[in-house]
């Protein structure tokens, strides 16, 4: 990987560079206590988000992942001499989604310019980037995490660039190949102001910006396959001094290795400091499998990138009316979406928060309390989606797309359970063979003869068989020690293989054991 | 604002073109003699003049979002100076 | 009969329509032509085969009643910044040396469209930096002219640049037109050096995409003919929309000949006071005033203008091209196409390919550029060199409140010999000092050739228009023609 996706803040003109928090106080949970008292760490990210587009931002060649090497390339894209970009509407109409997704100002003039370096998979020898006049200014996220007070973090700009080729040095010892089929791919990057205290903090940043990316369709979020990457600049000081010196973790590559390098890196720093050193300015690697950074082996050249306007290109002016227009099909966003669920259904913050996270799961959840106007109970939909349909999905690693239970099958179980056909510990396990062979609850129910025994009688006949043949415990239970009645409790249903209403056993057994 | 042969090797170097250390003087003279003659424009007044962008006045143009392009490999890689198994080669890049 | 390579595109057009010769005559006519005057080096690849196989095409579509248009069965050179498929196009340099393109320029494909017919790519200035064809990786290209008298006499004489091998191989008629680039000067000064019409569109009106990029916001393809008039149909073939160049003009292209009326009554001409500097010799003044006396004579109004920033349009322009450059050039690292100098390692292999790759001139150029561009001298070079630009177009534009064209040399002297201005990289960029404001500010300009230097070597007047003003550029440069009546030959 090369550094085509580099811009560090240093290299941003000085009145859009974040370097001042606008956050203020902070989380005393979040100081590190040192040898010689607490540290604060003050987090900044810059996110490369590869925008969702059919094509690339200055040339026709698909944006599809994999593909034979150097197939997704057009002349264009392998910088044949005379070749000239083309800018993508498309690409523009996302830039500007995502800057209202994220309540930022759009600045309807932009200009794109050259990022000037050498690298073999950047093939014009530049990077088409927006230095001094990108096309979204700032704005915000707001970041929840458990148990916590939500935190603001402000967005410093966005702006749309290309993403270099591929280097690929395992080949052949002496030589590196290059496929450029990622070469000019859109690419959003978003420049975080350094308003993040903790490694906590910081994958919950990204986590939400994620999200709502994953809401506005602008970026698929999958960070496996590269489309969302984060440089991390971190940096430490005494609560309330002036910032330390950063470090920049280039190419983060998920939400937890974010954690894990923040938290490593802080306290790579803290330890220097209290020994009396200095932090060099520099950029690291996050090593996965150590779980920890380190320097980048490369004599790091002093970059220079001569950024200027490209001629080959005009700046971009947008009629206020575009953006009118997109913002007017933006959907609802996560915020919006969780603050609608507490209201609506009663589902407490953090539970709304589970449902909202991913757009998919928000419309499950919506589906399974609505569908046909069913207007099942929301909170125990809520249960069931952040229960067993979560634990489920974790366990056999599915989407929610790919659930072989759908909202329709799920509301169909609850149904059973409201209407006394099943009883909640039945559902359970009804659930989990639905989940396996992808029936319908109420066939489980009928096929395997589970359904609820609600029939008074035949339960009384039950219970008294049971007080008949353990006097002893009946006794117990008469003589006070009421707790024994779970213990019949339990012989009734397993006498019923579970299947007896468990409120009428409840019922029938204080009375035939108080009389 | 005078080269001197560490500037000059420098900005060959950001230009990756190999000067040899025997040729920075004279290039330095050469570029400096260039850059004499430039600095006159230090004599007009541009105070409030915006920069010139384009020499034509349009806006960018934004073209519809369609792969109408790619799918050649073999016409990208048919000037390539050690093309193998579909891609280009180069010495090893050191990380 | 004369010769069929004494015609001009408009007198080859007819005879072809009438059936006096077939596209294939001609065609074979300036092959052997090439062949007789290879000494020149105007050609750096000739392509006979393709040449006769477009002919007889073109004979084919005429039989059928199907000729394309005026320039149906017209041969023509190709100057190799054109990326022209399947044949040499290395912009004149080492690093592009035996690259053939998988793909057609924009403007070439539109002459092709309309029938021309190619006889070869032709020699220039290495990636067109240069005046006097002399950086080329191929050698120089010679001038057809020599001097009768004076320092030159007798010796080889550059044809000037960067499309010298296009002027040179229309002078010398081994060409009926052919196409240049002009950055800061490239067609008209050579046009003036070699006696004929080299002509500048405005900045968009012809598509960059297939060119070989020099400096982006000022490149031009445009015409270096025999005449005004042919230069006119060359540029209606030439010019157009093309939605794969962002910065090209979506507007129509008019009938430039149609244009070409011949009546400048009322018409105001501009003579700017700047243009009037200390050096130029007195024969250029000379040329300079009999060109505003015929065009005052055919009815023309004539204004004395102001230009304040002329003189600071040349050092503008050597921060802004090869800033420009040292961007563009970027790309020729020896990965994807041309000269690659196996070197220690990744970065040594780069710096090799392109020490060799790269001649003096455009290593200069780069470095200029990278430097001018670099952190810490951005705003005192390239902004500011931005800034007297908008301050050069904001001249032009007050300019054409008072008059409608403007009235200038070419350039300040005639050809000079091969070797001369070598050593002093300045006085070879003054030769454009008159052509490079209306690059800076993308307006459209020609030079006609006008008269002989003492020394019996041709010189030029120079037109320049608003922008999209080519029709009222080709009228009046069509009456000054025929004033001029320029009919010497080398």
Known sequence: MSDATDTSQDAVPGHLAGHITSRVGHNSGDLIEGETGPWEVIIGLEVHAQVVSESKLFSGASTEFGGEPNSHVSLVDAAMPGMLPVLNIEAVRQAVRTGL??????????????????????????????????????????????????????IVRIHLEQDAGKSVHDRLPDRTYIDLNRSGVALMEIVSKPDIRSGAEAAAYLAKLRSILRYLGTCDGNMQEGSMRADVNVSVRRPGDKLGTRCEIKNVN??????????????????ILEEGGAIDQETRLFDADRGETRSMRSKEEAHDYRYFPDPDLLPVELDQAFVDEIKASLPELPDAKAARFAAEFGLGEYDAGLLVAERETAEFYEAVVDADGAGRDPKTAANWITGD?????????????????????????????ADGTISGKIAKDVFDEMFDNGKDAGDIVEQKGLKQISDSGEIAAIVDQIIADNPDQADEYRSGNTKVAGWFTGQVMKATQGKANPQMVNQLLQEKLGG | MALDTDTVRRIARLARIHVDDADLAPLADEL????????????VDTDGVEPMTSAVEMVQRLRADAVNDGDLQEAVLSNAPEPNDGFYTVPKVVE | MAALTDLTIAEAGAGLASGEFTARELTDAYLSAMEGARDLNAYIAETPEQARSMADASDARRAKGAAAGPLDGIPLAIKDLFCTEGVLSS?????????????????????????????GKVNMDEFAMGSANVTSHYGPTLNPWKAASGDAAGRDLVPGGSSGGSASAVAARIAAGATGTDTGGSIRQPGAFCGIVGMKPTYGRCSRWGIIAFASSLDQAGPLTHTVQDAALMLGAMAGFDPKDSTSVDLPVPDYTAAMTGDIRGLRVGVPAEYRMDGTPAEIETLWQTGIDRLRDAGAEIVDISLPHTKYALPAYYIVAPAEASSNLARYDGVRYGLRVEGENLIDTYERTRAEGFGDEVQRRVMIGTYVLSAGYYDAYYLKAQRVRTRIADDFRAAWDSCDVILTPTTPSAAFAIGEKMDDPIAMYLNDIFTVPASMAGLPAISVPAGLSGDGLPLGLHLIAPAFGEETLFRAAGVLEDADGFDARP
């Not at chain 1, 927006?130 to 200014?137: L, R, Y």
């Not at chain 1, 970041?143 to 935190?151: A, G, I, K, N, Y």
């Not at chain 3, 070439?108 to 469209?113: A, E, I």
Request: without cysteine; proline residues 4%.
């Open chain 1, 101 to 154: 997704g994220l309540e930022a100002a759009i600045n309807l003039r932009s200009v794109f310019d050259r990022k000037n370096y050498f690298y073999p998979d950047l093939p014009q020898g530049y990077q088409i980037s927006q230095f001094s006049d990108p096309i979204v200014g700032e704005g915000r996220v707001t970041v929840d995490l458990e148990d916590r007070e939500s935190f603001e973090v402000g």
């Open chain 2, 32 to 43: 400096n003699n260039i850059l004499g003659w430039i600095e006159q424009l230090e004599e």
């Open chain 1, 254 to 271: 998920s939400i937890r290795f974010v954690r894990q390098a923040v938290d490593y890196e802080a306290r790579r720093q803290i330890e």
């Open chain 1, 389 to 417: 349909f979560f634990r489920r999905l974790n366990a056999d690693d599915l989407e929610i797309a790919d659930s072989p239970v759908s909202a329709e099958q799920l509301g169909g179980l609850i149904d059973l359970i």
């Open chain 3, 91 to 119: 912009a004149g340099s080492h690093i592009l040396e035996g690259f053939a393109p998988p793909y057609e320029s924009t403007v070439t494909q539109q002459l092709w469209d309309a029938g021309a017919v190619m006889l």
